[in-house]
């Protein structure tokens, strides 16, 4: 199974960015997908770990980016103009497969990171 250890949350005020970062350990990740969502339902972006492609949800296109380094074993979420409605527990999470979106896909979840957008 996949460990994986989410940081980089923090207090931001609104428009401001914060980039987050998860570790991922204990398999190889070739055929896993890394999603980060928050509040553990609400889907934000995702990435394919072999290839790099990437989805997003659709009201995060834009504002959000994904992105990993193999040689660290990480994803990264980068989150730009931050507003106070993105204020949550932000996770990533793994799915051995690809295209998954769903929550219920992923087999391994992080312990979160909170961000707080202040107005």
């Known amino acids: 199974q996949v460990q994986l250890v989410e940081s980089g949350g923090g207090l931001v005020q609104a428009g401001g960015s914060l980039r987050l970062s998860c570790v991922a350990s204990g398999r190889r990740f070739s055929r896993y997908t890394i999603g980060w969502f928050r509040q553990e339902r609400e889907f934000v972006a995702a990435i394919v770990w072999s290839?790099?492609?990437?989805y997003y949800a659709e009201s995060k296109k834009g504002r959000f980016t994904i992105s990993r380094d193999t040689a660290k074993n990480t994803v990264y979420l980068q989150m730009n103009s931050l507003k106070p409605e993105d204020t949550a527990v932000y996770y990533c999470?793994?799915?051995?497969?690809?295209?998954?979106?769903?929550?219920?896909?992923?087999?391994?979840w992080g312990q979160g990171t909170q961000v707080t957008v202040s107005s």
């Open positions: 290839d790099g492609s990437t």
């Open positions: 999470a793994a799915c051995r497969g690809f295209g998954c979106y769903d929550g219920t896909d992923f087999e391994s």
